[in-house]
């Protein structure tokens, strides 16, 4: 693999809550190394508002937050993703489009926090647990020797990390 940092592409059905916190996390821990886009199969049209507000609250830039279409990536000229990671689960079970350059996949579902129920201030804890969620999946990736794996290990090394639902605390 090339020192041009890696792509990565977070895909969930609406893309406004998940898939949005997962870019904004991999693109400041992976800094460098890794750039991170997310998108939906049928994109809601706006990003959920406690996910804008969890990522300004932990002083994440919120300018790239936005709810688009999967389509963006994977027609011509579209940056081409080395992964494609699904968070949530319609999203894996949907037919993907076919990305340029056979990234490799993984599921990582997470709860949808934009789906909890009761007061408000359940639902933003629900949006800082999968917050929690996403962060330790993507600390793991990003620590994972990517030019010592063999594309087998790392595909095996990705599958695992989606299957570990990281612990509370």
């Known amino acids: 693999m090339s020192d041009q940092p890696f792509n ?3 895909l969930c059905t609406g893309n406004s809550a998940r898939s949005i916190l997962a870019e904004a996390i991999l693109n400041r821990i992976g800094q460098g190394r890794f750039r991170a886009f997310s998108a939906g199969s049928q994109p809601k049209g706006e990003v959920h508002p406690f996910a804008v507000q969890l990522l300004q609250s932990l002083n994440h830039d919120t300018s790239f937050a936005r709810s688009k279409s ?12 080395h992964f494609v ?10 037919s993907c489009p076919v990305w340029p350059g056979q990234p490799m996949t993984a599921h990582w579902g997470i709860p949808d926090p934009a789906a ?9 804890l629900a949006f800082a ?22 594309r087998l290990a790392l595909q095996r090394r990705l599958e695992e990390i989606g299957r570990k639902l990281p612990k509370a605390g």
């Open 85 to 94: 990671f699904t968070v949530c689960d319609n999203a894996a079970n949907e």
């Open 129 to 150: 647990e999968a917050y929690r969620m996403l962060k330790s999946r993507i600390d793991i990736f990003t620590s994972l020797p990517m030019a010592s794996l063999d």
């Open 8 to 10: 990565a592409l977070f």
């Open 116 to 124: 909890a129920e009761g007061t408000d201030a359940e639902k933003h």
């Open 70 to 81: 999967w389509d963006e990536f994977a027609a011509p000229g579209a940056p081409e993703m």
